[in-house]
């Protein structure tokens, strides 16, 4: 059994202060893309999961999400789970979310534990701020810590998804946050606004800039970074500049709205 594992942009972030929980208020609206891994399962006499990334089994994302599977309901872990790459990590894509939230849905279904999607949100929510959003998928607006969810209608939009070589670990982004004075902005709708964009690399301003002059209508960071999206008027438009950008960056893709 495979199950998807779909990449998410931030079309709006605007953090908040540092709670005392160490946590920050956010506020964002997020959107499913096309761009996905892949989360293969199989039965075993215990749980494995293997992927092709070079994280220790035990604290990648997809294992914690397993445990924390089998431990709400009690069943014995008794599963092999593969995780086959394609987006790019540390890059502000919810890769690892996506996987997590992979993983809960196809063990619910390969068990048929019957658990409801709230409850699936509620078992990754401890793991990673992004989970419970890539659980239910689509677009919606995620406040709190991004626990608080709230569906949105999809839009369809064509984008050109482009990481330059440099990493943006949400951790270190954070605290560089925290070292300046800035505005928290109020949501609107229609507004690309990322609070990332004021502390992120250089490399991420110039694939911005990199993706207007190709003819993007708009251009951000998505999450912590590194990732780049730009926002293009037609599918053609938006292929066409992934493709111009495979030349110059070591991740470039065309994705779209899902």
Do not use: W
């Amino acid at each position: 059994m495979t199950e998807k594992a779909f990449a998410k942009i931030n079309l709006f972030l605007s953090v908040g202060n540092r709670r005392a929980d160490g946590y920050h208020d956010i506020d964002t609206v997020m959107h499913t893309v096309s761009l996905y891994d892949e989360v293969c399962f199989e039965k075993c006499d215990t749980l494995r999961v293997f992927c092709d990334m070079d994280v220790p089994e035990k604290e990648n994302l997809a294992y914690k999400a397993a445990q924390a599977f089998f431990e709400y309901t009690g069943i014995t872990p008794s599963v092999k789970i593969t995780v086959k790459k394609f987006i790019p990590s540390k890059a502000g894509l919810g890769g690892g979310s996506a996987d997590a939230a992979a993983v809960l849905r196809g063990l619910n279904e390969m068990y048929k534990a019957g658990l409801d999607i709230q409850t699936l949100a509620r078992i990754g929510a401890p793991l990673g701020a992004d989970i419970p959003f890539c659980v239910y998928g689509g677009k919606a607006r995620c406040e709190g810590i991004g626990e608080i969810i709230t569906p949105m209608e999809k839009e369809t939009l064509y984008l050109a998804i482009v990481k330059p070589d440099v990493d943006c670990p949400t951790g270190k982004m954070y605290s560089l946050l925290d070292e300046k004075e800035r505005e928290t902005v109020s949501y609107k709708e229609n507004l690309f606004f990322n609070s990332f964009d004021a502390v992120c690399p250089e490399e991420c301003k110039k694939a911005t800039e990199r993706l207007l002059a190709l003819g993007a209508k708009n251009a951000m960071l998505s999450g912590s970074g590194s990732a780049v999206f730009g926002v293009f008027q037609t599918e053609a438009d938006a292929i066409s500049a992934a493709e111009t950008l495979e030349k110059e960056y070591p991740f470039s893709a065309y994705a779209h709205t899902i």
